[in-house]
């Protein structure tokens, strides 16, 4: 059965910077592209950064491409996310994804799985 657990979240004061975490198992990690959305309360998940399988090739929102960076070792089942500069807009619970892809295309007949994700808080 798939789990994707995500850690690394807290509060920060603006400015600072977090990294977090999603470990994976009981997939093919290297056969899945990740991600990082960020909900706020009563809202759709938004797409903050992806990475293919392989992590040749990123993905970021605009809002955020200066401020965080994905990364992910595959050796470990393992991916990241570095937020820095972070703002008070920032607050929200991040999540991470895994999505059966070849390069940025999903493989027909796979499901995406999702972490219960993580709470950062960006405060004074």
């Known amino acids: 059965q798939a789990e994707l657990v995500e850690s690394g979240g807290g509060l920060v004061q603006p400015g600072g910077s977090l990294r977090l975490s999603c470990v994976a198992s009981?997939?093919?990690?290297?056969?899945?592209?990740m991600s990082w959305y960020r909900q706020y309360p009563g809202k759709e998940r938004e797409l903050v950064a992806a990475?293919?399988?392989?992590?040749?090739?990123?993905d970021y929102t605009e809002a955020m491409k200066d401020r965080v960076t994905i990364s992910r070792d595959n050796r470990k089942n393992v991916v990241f996310l570095q937020m820095n500069n972070l703002k008070p807009e920032d607050t929200a619970v991040y999540l991470c994804?895994?999505?059966?892809?070849?390069?940025?295309?999903?493989?027909?007949?796979?499901?995406?799985?999702w972490g219960q994700g993580t709470q950062v808080t960006v405060s004074s």
């Open positions: 009981g997939i093919t990690f290297e056969n899945y592209a």
């Open positions: 994804g895994a999505l059966r892809s070849q390069g940025w295309v999903p493989v027909p007949g796979f499901r995406e799985y």
């Open positions: 990475i293919t399988s392989t992590g040749r090739d990123t």
